[in-house]
């Protein structure tokens, strides 16, 4: 139902799945909580978090389900995360009439506080090893039927731990491509409301052309608050605020959820991204994002209620960017290339674990010949708009949950399915144009992909053209009710094959043709790989010992690091902006014209006050809006981003020019107080008193 | 002036500037008339064309400088060519009220013949062997020397040997990678006007979703006709007109100008193509196609006017993607790098030869550094929009022809002028939405190319956005006049200096930036690439003697095949159409609908007719609307297209799978009797009379 987001968790092809046991240098890595490096972290500033600390930490640490990162930062449940972990929300909450993407949303009181659709937050309360259980299950099983039962034990365990269907969420994560199967049980507050956002045009600066880059001036925060029986939540464990400008070389630490990291693929995989995914991916996401700026252009509703996608779309396509140019690098992937040659050196002749890369690339090489048609058909179906999205997820959510759970798919796992609901049911705006076109869009990218002779496209086009058939779908379907969606999700498998809506009709018949895509997809992909992937897992650990994290997985992480600029061709890039250099690089153009408030507080603003700073963090999409915490474990500010160089960290971390990129705690405070007039939320964040670090 | 077309000179990036020596197998070749293939053909068919043949075929051949081919069907200048070789001059022909797109052209006399802004027809004379020249102008120069002295002599020959400017053209062609130089001559017409053109609904029949696709059923055909001092030109070299079905295995001869192969790069060249070249070339014209469907869509006016460049966009994108795929392809490229390392083993140990592979290699690697400016900024200006490139032009040439011959650019030689300053001259209308919307994607990717903090970007927009910069250059600009660019082209340097229209200014400021690019282009890759280029020639020649071809350069060539159809997974392709599968194809669908004035003549026609039909024939973009002739030297059709498979063609030739598409004369015939009834075209070309195979 959730679209990848700016550094929410990226869609990067269920090829990752998996993770890797990767071998940390300097501040490289996205440690578990369970194995904090303390030892490099005690050599690197000579103190490390003890085991309280590190509990304060992670009982404070917010996960946002749609690919965000946040934090408490009050004990009445205040949330702090990025303006972009929430802009969805804010263009919900909007109307023409009212628009909060443009104005910014201030409240005074709680009672101004309005409802996130579909939000939903979560706190991780305990981490348990299922590892030996999951093993068992799979046993020497290979293929359909190891997928089959490893997902059927993973819901199994998930479903026995979390009885309270209210307030628990249970999830089995799967790190070290299975050499670890964790369970992590959360704490989930469905009641998430909007507490302030600032103007967008404050929180996203220089928009699309700066994004990823530094120096940079985006106040790109905001404040959510979980409820509890329609009052806030009580958060006693939260981080104190720390309006304070960060030093150079000081200690941070990063809590929160990397989405999904690619680092110790195989050479067969990272061929597979380079010549086969982003080649059909990019062209896809470049023709749909120039659509929606050509649609968007000179038209005001349209560029309200197309804002959040435009946005979405654009991020996506600069971390796409990024990534395929770091695999075709040619140092960079020599690095790669040079770790896998020696990870195969150190386990040569070890008979436990044999040749799992030459198992992985028969894998990769069989999903090579259908994947162009897995990709439009079942990895991308309506190219993700919401009504097809829910069509979808209605259609296929009734099919499994018609099975017995054993044999669902594990996105429809008993434990699953709270969220769905939410996601499918909560009311929210759709627009009908954008419907339109991106199905229109996908519809001719179908087309065109798999041939007008493709008998299924035959089947699913019919008579009509791309065009005619969006149009029809859309204008005939009443998904866009929430009521509509609760009553085929009440109604099951029976009201879904019964109903009539066109959408529902068409989802059906796209199922039809996906479903033997997936099939295949998790026999011939998915199962030899996790055998593949777990003799990996074990070949690192012989090879590197306990000195690895696994591959980034949307689950709580710790990365630790410090406040500290790079060199770029030659010259420093100091670690922070300040306000001076907002109204310098302002040009009154789009996207460098100010903020409508910002502009009108100029006099009143201290120009010194630390805007945004970066740090060396090793962080990837699903971080935004973690806390960036000092020694103290007070909050110094919220990750928002990474920079250019950052964007190869899917595959590799490089220390001399990976950064992540922070809103300053200093600067929010400065806005609350100077820019938004909000004396509410500074008392509320500042009344706890800091200890100075 | 003109944009890369379906099938026409396809912008293949400057890289491929020289050619290679290739050694051919089975049909594979695009021969020069001077070195006819005569054992190969004699071989094959038990016959092959004599001296006669040859030259009567090459007198009857037209190249036309939109970047297709044709040929002379009739005594009295009649010209037939494809649709989309005309859609240009039929789209500068409409207005709002009277649309030939849509409805066709279709004349009864001469006097309703129109002329066709911009175009000239050339017919090779003579040509000569200049080699020895060259080569001793260019001595043991090196680099930008080197490029220098080639220009110059190659600008010396040219001026020497043309003296009549109103009839005459000469062009040094480089063949073989500068292994040889080759002064073709060229009697010139300069009065080209429409004399048939069908709805393109007709011609182009399955849009963009059948383009390079077989079966087909497109009425891809359209006649012109030259004209000298008002009349029609005497043209008694043509070739005669064959309404007849063709037969399966019978000999073929496509005679035309394919534009552009690179069939013996190396493999460092190959490397650039998929790795940089492809990768930021593909994503920006998917986005501009995007950017263009959405502002047609819905938009009668822009849909009419914007149909020209759609076409053009979507054909161009099909070719990028099929040269691009056959790069990523594993069998496909190991061909080419098994053909490297077989001639790299030849010729070892000769020192005359020495290691150009290294040479080019080098060269490619220091193109890579600097690529994507110089793709922006100079292969790519303004998105190569019509407004821009008039003033790109209009400056570009204003500089040059304030130098010496000798120095300057290979463009601005005196012999190059005479067809540039028409098509910067001619009338033709502008669409200011087309302009602006085209103006403001190029500023955009130029700074998300280059980034907003380039200096350049920095010079080129000042404190406007894109969007702002476009729309006050096409606002202001009075380029869209012809007679404006009359003056300034008249003018010279001191005019466009002194001029203050927005657009020429903006050019000579790109200029500016552009300029050191090219210079530097020209100095570390044309030059190095010039020498190692000859090199790889000599190898060629020594390893497989006469037995090779030159890499086409849309200079006139001559390839033999035969009808036939092929196997397309497992399944045999049969090599012919009729008009009964067009009814059957039919949805009623944009782009499945019928033409009105075939829907309106169903009963009339015979269905059993021959419609398309495949050969395999060896050709490339630059050979839409060759003649396909037959053993006696009739016209059995004209090349229209190849199948998806020949899109690989630009690097290798497979016969197994590579398929010419052809409009037969038989369905051209049957279309002017019964359906655009012109009785007296048809009395025209069926005037002389055949001789039977």
Not at 357 to 383: C, D, H, M, N, Q
């Amino acid at each position: 139902m959730t679209y990848a987001r700016r550094f929410a968790v990226l869609s990067c092809l269920t090829l990752s799945f998996a993770c890797f046991a990767l071998v940390a240098t300097a501040d490289e890595g996205m440690w578990t909580f369970d194995n904090f490096p303390a030892k490099q972290v005690q050599q690197k500033f000579g103190w490390a978090p003890d085991k309280p600390w590190l509990d304060r930490v992670q009982a404070a640490a917010v996960r946002l389900t749609g690919g965000c990162s946040a934090s408490f930062v009050s004990p009445d449940g205040l949330v702090l995360t990025n303006h972009h972990c929430v802009a969805t929300c804010v263009q919900n909450l909007s109307t023409a009439s009212q628009d909060y993407i443009a104005n910014g949303f201030v409240t005074q009181n709680r009672e101004e506080e309005r409802l996130c659709p579909g939000q939903q937050a979560e706190v991780v309360t305990s981490i348990t090893d299922v590892t030996p259980r999951v093993q068992t299950a799979i046993g020497k099983k290979t293929g359909a039927e190891l997928a089959k039962a490893r997902d059927a034990e993973t819901a199994a365990i998930e479903t026995e731990s979390c009885t309270d269907k209210e307030k628990e969420r249970c999830q089995v994560v799967t790190l070290y491509g299975g050499g670890q199967y964790k369970l992590y049980r959360y704490r989930k507050y469905s009641d998430v409301r909007l507490v302030w956002a600032p103007e967008q045009q404050a929180a996203f600066f220089g928009g699309d052309p700066d994004n990823f880059n530094f120096p940079r001036y985006n106040l790109d925060a905001a404040f959510l608050r979980v409820y509890e029986n329609g009052k806030p939540a009580s958060t006693p464990q939260f981080l104190k605020w720390n309006p304070r400008a960060p030093q150079a070389g000081e200690p941070t630490f990063v809590v929160g959820n990397p989405g999904s990291t690619q680092r110790l693929f195989t050479e067969a995989q990272f061929d597979f991204r380079r010549d086969n995914y982003f080649p059909v991916l990019v062209p896809l996401a470049s023709e749909y994002r120039g659509r929606l700026l050509a649609e968007m252009d000179d038209d005001a509703e349209k560029t309200r209620t197309g804002n959040d996608r435009l946005h979405s779309v654009e991020n996506s396509y600069k971390v796409f960017i990024g990534q395929w140019q770091a695999l075709r690098d040619d140092e960079f992937r020599g690095r790669l290339t040079k770790a896998e040659r020696d990870l195969r050196a150190k386990v040569k002749g070890n008979a436990e674990i044999g040749d799992p890369w030459t198992e992985i690339e028969k894998a990769v090489a069989s999903f090579s010949t259908y994947f162009t048609e897995y990709f439009i058909l079942e990895e991308r179906p309506g190219w993700r708009t919401d009504l097809y999205m829910y069509a979808r997820e209605l259609v296929r959510s009734a099919i499994e949950r018609d099975k017995q759970p054993a044999d669902r798919l594990p996105a429809y796992a008993e434990s699953r399915l709270p969220l769905l609901e939410k996601q499918i049911t909560d009311e929210k705006p759709t627009y009908p144009w954008l419907e339109e076109m991106t199905m229109a869009f996908w519809l001719s990218k179908t087309r065109e992909l798999l041939t007008a002779d493709d008998p299924r496209v035959k089947d699913l086009l019919g008579k009509d053209s791309p065009e005619q058939l969006a149009k029809s779908v859309v204008a005939g379907t009443k998904l866009a009710d929430a009521n509509v969606r609760k009553e085929l999700w009440n109604g099951g498998l029976k009201a879904v094959q019964a109903s009539q809506d066109p959408m529902i009709q068409f989802a059906l018949a796209v199922e039809k043709h996906a479903r033997p895509l997936l099939d295949r997809y998790r026999a011939e992909y998915d199962g030899p790989a996790t055998v593949a992937q777990a003799k990996l897992a074990k070949a690192r650990f012989a090879a590197f010992g306990e000195s690895v994290y696994p591959d980034a997985t949307f689950s709580l992480r710790i990365s630790y690091g410090a406040v500290e600029g790079w060199k770029e061709r030659g010259k420093d890039v100091p670690f922070a902006t300040n306000f001076t250099g907002l109204f310098e690089r302002a040009t009154g153009a789009f996207p460098y014209d100010l903020a409508a408030k910002i502009a009108a507080a100029e006099d009143k603003i201290d120009k010194s006050t630390t805007y945004n700073f970066v740090t060396t963090n090793d962080i990837i999409g699903g971080n935004s809006g973690s806390p960036v915490i000092a020694r103290d474990g007070s909050v110094l500010g919220a990750a928002f981003d990474g920079n250019i160089h950052s964007l190869g960290g899917a595959y590799g971390f490089d220390q001399r020019m990976n950064r992540t990129i922070v809103v300053s705690s200093a600067a929010v405070q400065e806005a609350l107080e100077k820019i938004y007039i909000a004396p509410a939320l500074i008392k509320e964040l500042n009344d706890t008193p800091i200890t100075k670090p």
